[in-house]
């Protein structure tokens, strides 16, 4: 088990209220014992001019499982954690629908960690793929 905490998914999405994450409408949708999942909408609020989900829409999905993940890895009473560096690469466009996003663990250190995030259309199609890497601090 990867995580410390396993909280609800309903704990999860109320987290997001007033947050971009709500602005987004991007709702949790399972965790496990090394995953958690999200969709987001492709809407006028996630698409570029050119009709298109935008590409900053997509990490703002990646980012957001990867940190959340991150955080539940740590006791929070006693570490947080940031991010460092995330990158993204688009392999498919997406005009419309459902996005799904899923992040699962590659490297989980004691001041490090590197999580993947893969972000999929509604056809099951790969869309991007993107790795957060997260620092792990300690409170002072």
Same mark, same amino acid.
């Given at each position: 088990m990867v995580f410390l905490q396993?909280?609800?998914l309903e704990?999860?999405?109320?987290? @997001?209220?007033?947050?971009?994450?709500e602005h987004l409408d991007i709702v949790f949708t399972s965790i496990g014992e090394d995953f958690i999942e999200a969709t987001m909408p492709v809407s006028h609020k996630t698409k570029q001019p050119m009709g298109l989900l935008h590409g900053?829409? @997509?990490?703002?999905?990646?980012e957001s499982l990867g940190s959340i993940a991150a @955080?539940?890895?740590v006791d929070l @009473?006693?570490?947080?954690?940031?991010?460092?560096?995330?990158?993204?690469?688009?392999?498919?466009?997406v005009k419309s629908g459902l996005v799904r996003g899923i992040t699962k663990p590659i490297h989980i250190g004691k001041t490090t960690q590197i999580w993947e995030i893969k972000i999929f259309n509604?056809?099951?199609?790969?869309?991007?793929?993107?790795?957060?890497?997260m620092a792990i601090l300690t409170h002072s």
């Open positions: 396993k909280p609800s704990a999860l999405n109320n987290k @997001s209220k007033n947050t971009m994450l900053g829409a @997509s990490v703002v999905l990646a @955080s539940l890895t @009473s006693k570490q947080h954690v940031v991010g460092l560096e995330i990158n993204a690469n688009h392999v498919r466009a509604e056809a099951d199609q790969l869309t991007c793929v993107s790795r957060i890497t």
